[in-house]
């Protein structure tokens, strides 16, 4: 099985009811992608993008906690965003690693949770750029993926994101090179630790727009991308999943 090829949308903390709109009219200019689609709005937006989009493109959360339910107020549970009728969840995001200290176990605990809810795991990693201009990044990539992804993790229940912290949302993009050579590592990786690594999603993420999406996918082991910004209206995430079709 190659590994399917996925535009995924992160819209971070952007976005309320209205902002559905875009959703209508990227469905209307792409009624038929060449890929999979995947849209991560706001935890209040899941139940009601899930509903408006039956299942014509995929619906995700951006963090679940590693446990079933109990007290732990302002958290969401895997299982609550399946309810509400997700199928993925986005998990170590590095803003979620910033603003609220996740660790590669935490990460790799949300992980476990989102597989027992029947969620895919959208499982990020990326360096610094501390961390790349001190010749640290496949080092530190290979440690995220170690520490990050648990035992069960198969090519159905688990897309790899790249992503790396100094590209988000600053306009700035690795060369194919750079994106090219980390790819690299992370299939090496997951082929020499799961039977079917070769199969994994991989994503790149990070300043991708409608201008530059053709040659990053042209990119050997890109599948497809996470994408925040541009993936906030239509008119820059339509021609991004056409360039993956
Ligand atoms: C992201 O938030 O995952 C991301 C890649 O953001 P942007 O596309 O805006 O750089």
């Known amino acids: 099985m190659a590994p399917r090829k996925l535009a995924a949308g ?12 875009e959703i209508d009219q990227l469905l209307a200019d792409h009624p038929r992608p060449g890929c999979d689609v995947l849209i991560c709005p706001p935890a209040t937006l899941v139940h009601a993008l899930a509903g408006r989009v ?28 399946r309810d509400a009728g997700a199928s993925h969840v986005i998990l170590g995001h590095s803003e979620r690693r910033t603003d609220h200290g996740e660790t590669d176990a935490d990460v790799a605990a949300k992980s476990v949770a989102a597989y027992e809810a029947g969620l895919v795991a959208v499982i990020c990693v ?12 496949l080092d530190v990539i290979s440690t995220q993926l170690a520490g990050s992804i648990p035992e069960g993790a198969t090519a159905a229940n688990t897309v790899i994101a790249y992503e790396p912290v100094w590209a988000i949302g600053t306009g700035r993009t690795p060369t194919s090179e750079q994106i090219a050579e980390v790819h690299a590592l992370i299939r090496d990786r997951l082929a020499a630790r799961f ?10 993420g990070g300043s991708v727009k409608p201008g ?16 925040g910004g541009a993936s906030l209206r239509a008119a820059d995430f339509g021609p991004i999943i056409s360039a993956l079709s």
């Open 195 to 204: 039977a079917d690594g070769a199969d994994f999603a991989l994503l790149y």
């Open 126 to 137: 990326g360096e610094t750029e501390a961390q790349r201009d001190a010749g640290e990044t």
């Open 54 to 81: 039956e299942g014509k493109i995929a619906v995700g959360g951006q963090d679940c906690h590693a446990k079933t339910s109990g007290a732990h107020t302002g958290d969401i549970a895997a299982a609550q965003l």
């Open 10 to 21: 992160n819209w971070k903390m952007n976005g309320t009811l209205a902002s559905l709109a």
């Open 212 to 227: 530059n999406a053709a040659e990053i996918f042209a990119i050997p082991h890109v599948n497809g991308a996470l994408v």
